[in-house]
């Protein structure tokens, strides 16, 4: 993988995505007209104030939901409607299977693949090391805690070797030392298999911590506002928070969330008023 | 042993120990109901002499068609109304209801239609059991989580790969329950149609001795179709158990 910062490796060319109406609802439109170019080898990261389309963002990228509007590329081939080889997605809830071991959940991609199963032992026992989690291979989820299901996930996504990794909110369920022990594990990550990471998070640190982008949304329909470069190392880990320049663009992400996460909430708050007075 | 084991054992020794005093000091008339141990001694005499070798052959095998006409019937109907949303919509409230037609009812029409014979008791029986299973499928389907449909998703699966590989096994817990069900009525409306209108199988030789005033016989099979039916549901209840222990709750 090229660490080449011009190549791009996904892209959304005025992409909107309209919801269509529900019975007793109105379409809502979630997202854009955006545009966006992901470099090769970058991690960028979305933030947004809540139900501004971020992970609407990451439907269409991946290409689980196609654009109302506009198109979206992987490595310059148009996405329609399913997700191509080279892309991982790790979601926010706890998506391992729990009638597989830890092994059999980070084999399942490999497997469906048809591949020989003795590659299919040394990718799986690869990933399952990289995570931690060699002593909980013959393990079920159940057994394991919330943070340990969700790398069980990333080994998942990890073992079938992706070009451009799309995390929807990874951490989010779990608290704030493990955040960011798993924030330095995924950097480790980004940094070994030289992969594109997108990473939709509502937390401003981590998203400064850990990219090299960060995009930040405006309220329903989510546009990007700004896109902030950090201009972080390639090593860096979770020490950089002591940095700074660490604090100046937390506050500068800040600045420019806080009046779209007022407006968010009035959205919000209306909308419940308009369904409480239906 | 668990508390809850505890209890149960404590409350089935002192049922059965109370009712096996009561009849034998005579406050229990043998004419109204026998001992417990009289019941275990009846089943051995029966089983032993070979004599209902043909009624059960009859019984159980009627129950292994209709149990698994029920089951995989069930099932194949639940996921096709899972599959349409208009179909759900038009059926919920008709499965809702479904358990208070009183289906014993049908069993002369179905002996009209079907003839004497096993024929209608399996219908009659796959009737009772079939409902349980759609039930149960829908049940379980409908709470399959969406993140691991995504999942599937994005690793390409094939409509019959992700009903395969990622949903069937999702909803297996709601499915056994299903099969459980679905087995128990069964069981209940072979032996039921038996009872009321057919000329050999174990619901016959009940109401036979019935009919005779034999409660020694009568009393013992009863116990034995309850042994049965106990030994079939607690075995499907461990594999549940198992299962949920090892997937937790989720």
Known sequence: ?278 | MNPATVIRTLVIIGIVGGLELACRTGALPHTVIIAPSAMVASIIETLSSGELNGDMRQTFGAVAVAATLAICGGFVLGFLIHMSPRLRRAIDPLLGAYYAIPHVAFYPVLIVIFGLGAGPLIVLATMLGIVAMIIATLGGLDRVPRVLLRTAKVHGLSPSQELFLVRLPAATPHLLSGVKLAFSYSFIGVVAGEFILSTAGVGHAIAFSYDNFDNYRMYGLILFIIGFVVVVNTTILFWERRMVARRGTR
């Open chain 1, 1 to 278: 993988m090229t660490d080449d910062k011009t190549a791009v490796a996904a892209e959304l060319v005025g992409v909107t995505r309209v919801y269509p109406a529900r019975a007793g609802h109105a379409p809502v439109h979630a997202l854009g007209p955006l545009d966006l170019k992901l470099h090769r080898g970058e991690f960028f990261s979305v933030v947004g104030p809540s139900g501004c389309g971020k992970s609407t963002l990451l439907d269409v990228l991946s290409g689980l939901a196609p654009p109302t509007e506009g198109k979206a590329f992987f490595e310059g081939r148009p996405l329609n409607d399913t997700v191509p080889d080279g892309i991982g997605v790790v979601f926010q809830e706890d998506a391992s299977f729990p009638w597989l071991t830890v092994f059999d959940n980070v084999a399942f991609g490999l497997r469906r693949k048809g591949m020989e199963a003795g590659e299919v032992r040394r990718r799986v026992d690869y990933a399952i090391n990289f995570m931690g989690l060699k002593a909980f291979a013959t393990a079920y989820p159940a057994q394991l805690s919330g943070g340990m299901r969700q790398r069980v996930c990333i080994a998942r996504t990890l073992v079938m070797e992706p070009r451009l990794i799309l995390l929807d909110e990874p951490f989010g369920a779990l608290d704030q030392q493990t955040r960011l022990l798993m924030g330095d594990e995924l950097l480790r990550l980004w940094r070994e298999t030289g992969a594109t990471v997108m990473l939709i998070t509502h937390a401003l640190d981590e998203a400064n911590l850990l990219s090299d982008r960060i995009g930040v949304m405006s309220a329903r329909p989510g546009i990007f506002i700004d896109v902030v470069e950090t201009g972080w190392s390639r090593d860096r880990d979770s020490t950089l928070a002591a940095d700074a320049r660490f604090g100046l663009v937390s506050n500068r992400l800040w600045s420019m969330l806080r009046s779209e996460s007022m407006r968010a909430m009035g959205q919000q708050t209306g909308e419940r008023a308009a369904e409480a007075a239906e």
